[in-house]
């Protein structure tokens, strides 16, 4: 046409500047759009690192806490034995005191 790419730009400007500005707002929002969804797949990536983490540390403790228990009864059978054993400790005293007291007196009676 004869018409130089200057004269030619020069000439279609306002048409040029708007499609650019319309292909960078576009494409911001494409970035936007990518970026939203980067950022979303690295919190789920990071949500299922953490349920990883959790799930971990849950089952340690499940195990320490089954262990624990298991101690705590352990610990309240023995109680329970030697109060058993007290008691029939104190019992046996008992008994041989009275007995010891009913010897006594009949030794008191024959003399």
Do not use: I, N, P
Request: charged letters at 45%.
């Amino acid at each position: 046409t004869g018409e130089s790419l200057k004269a030619f730009f020069t000439r279609t400007e306002a048409f040029w500047c708007s499609a650019a500005a319309e292909a960078v707002a576009d494409g911001d929002e494409d970035r936007q759009s990518e970026k939203k969804k980067q950022k979303k797949r690295e919190e789920k990536a990071v949500k299922k690192a953490a349920m990883s983490m959790a799930e971990m540390r849950y089952t340690e403790a499940s195990v320490l806490v089954e262990q624990l228990a298991a101690v705590e009864s352990q610990e309240k059978a023995e109680r329970e034995a030697l109060k058993k054993h007290l008691q029939a400790r104190r019992e046996a005293r008992a008994a041989e005191a009275q007995e010891d007291e009913e010897d006594a007196e009949a030794d008191d009676q024959d003399e």
